[in-house]
């Protein structure tokens, strides 16, 4: 079955260190990609999208994540971590671009310790 | 920026009796929302998309007749779980997306803080 796949379903990393989380999807042709965080109580924020263009794309709070077409994968880095970014990130993708549904992958916890 | 104010955050519910959940667009005009279930440690999962002044469109496995989606307006929709049960807990998450084109940035959605539904 067609799919986003996040591989890391628990991060734990100390403050500083650098972060990537994979995301792999199963769609082929035209993706539009987003990465969402969502913070301890709070709802689901948007970190980064790519639509076309540069393959690396650069978000909100220091994170950039990179699409490689020929992996179909866009994994989100950060090289260092705060204690703040601890919280669940979702890779999300709509398969053919444009107005078609939005799948989540199953997330990935992130936790930083001081 | 755009925002989605869901209402209410937190509400329980003996089994049998039914729950409404608002989904409002606060400043921008929603033509369509989407209405996800969120189980615990997992993913959403998109149960809906209503367009507004038409029926909405369900995903297969979800029930129309216990789930009911009215999308009255461009800045609010309305999730009803009719006679819930105990098995209907969940986190119900809405978002909304404005007009526009694609390219423009509208497909990218903007979600509201949920709603907790506890059913006893």
């Known amino acids: 079955a067609q799919s986003v796949s996040q591989h890391n379903h628990h991060v734990i990393l100390s403050e500083a260190a650098s972060l990537e989380l994979g995301c792999n999807y199963s769609?082929?042709?035209?993706?539009?990609l987003f990465w969402y965080v969502q913070y301890p109580g709070q709802h689901l924020q948007l970190l980064l999208k790519?639509?076309?263009?540069?393959?690396l794309v650069k978000g909100i709070k220091g994170f950039e994540a990179e699409f490689i077409k020929s992996k179909f994968s866009f994994n989100l880095r950060k090289p260092s971590v705060q204690w703040s970014d601890t919280a669940e990130y979702f890779c999300?993708?709509?398969?053919?671009?444009?107005?078609?549904?939005?799948?989540f992958g199953a997330g990935t916890r992130l936790a930083v310790h001081p | 920026g755009a925002v989605v104010s869901q209402h209410p955050s937190w509400v329980i519910c003996k089994s049998g009796t039914s729950v409404k959940i608002e989904c409002r667009s606060l400043?921008?005009?929603?033509?369509?929302m989407f209405w996800y279930r969120q189980f615990p440690k997992q993913s959403l999962m998109l149960m809906a998309t209503?367009?507004?002044?038409?029926?909405?469109?369900?995903e297969q496995g979800v029930e129309k007749d216990k789930f009911l989606i009215n999308h009255a307006s461009l800045t609010l929709s309305t999730l009803t779980v009719t006679s819930a049960h105990p098995e209907d807990s969940s986190f119900y998450i809405c978002?909304?997306?404005?007009?526009?084109?694609?390219?423009?940035?509208?497909?990218?959605?903007?979600f509201g803080a949920g709603s907790r539904l506890t059913v006893l």
């Open positions: 209503s367009n507004e002044g038409s029926k909405a469109t369900y």
């Open positions: 769609y082929g042709g035209t993706v539009n």
């Open positions: 790519y639509f076309s263009g540069d393959p």
């Open positions: 999300a993708v709509i398969p053919g671009g444009g107005y078609n549904k939005l799948i």
């Open positions: 400043d921008f005009q929603a033509t369509t």
């Open positions: 978002s909304a997306r404005g007009s526009g084109l694609p390219a423009s940035g509208a497909n990218v959605l903007t």
